[in-house]
C-alpha cells in the first residue's frame, strides 16, 4: 500500500483546529472524508502537528497510507481538492515509503527558528511553558 505525504494550507477561521474532534468539523476531518469519497476507502490522516481552532497553516505537512494505486502525485492533489472546501488547499503530494508517520513524529519535535532564538525558548521566557 503507498504511503504520501502532502503539504496541507488552510484558513482555519471556521474549523476546531488540526485534529479530528467531536464538537466540530476540524482540517483532519476534512482531509480523512475526501480521501474516503476520493478513493472509497478510509484511512486515519497524521498529521505533523496540530492548529488550534481558527488557526491558519501554509504548509502543513501530513502523511496516509491507503490501498489506492491511482496516478499517484496529480491524481492525489486533485482528487482532494475536489472533495475539500475551498478554504483547504492540497498543494503538493508524494507517494513515500510506509515509514512517513514516523519521519512526520520527527519533525514534529525540532524547534521552530524565530528572531530571538527558537519558539521552545521563547516559550520558556515568557512563561507558556507547562506548570507555569
Given amino acids: 500500500m503507498p504511503s504520501f505525504k502532502i503539504i496541507v494550507a488552510y484558513d482555519g477561521t471556521d474549523y476546531v483546529g488540526w485534529q479530528r474532534q467531536a464538537n466540530g468539523v476540524s ?13 472509497g476507502a478510509r484511512c486515519a490522516v497524521a498529521g505533523a502537528g496540530r492548529t488550534d481552532s481558527g488557526v491558519h497553516a501554509l504548509g502543513q505537512v501530513a502523511a496516509f497510507t491507503i490501498d ?11 482528487a482532494l481538492n ?3 472546501p475551498d478554504a483547504v488547499r492540497v498543494l ?4 513515500r515509503a510506509a515509514c512517513v508517520p514516523s519521519a512526520l513524529r520527527r519533525a514534529a519535535r525540532k524547534p521552530i527558528a524565530t528572531g530571538s532564538g527558537t519558539a521552545r525558548s521563547s516559550a520558556r521566557s515568557s512563561g507558556a511553558t507547562r506548570g507555569t
Fill in 27 to 39: 482540517i483532519q476531518a476534512l482531509i480523512e472524508d475526501a480521501l474516503a469519497r476520493s478513493t
Fill in 82 to 84: 475536489a472533495h475539500l
Fill in 92 to 95: 503538493s503530494a508524494d507517494e
Fill in 68 to 78: 489506492a494505486r491511482a496516478d499517484a502525485r496529480r491524481a492525489c492533489v486533485r
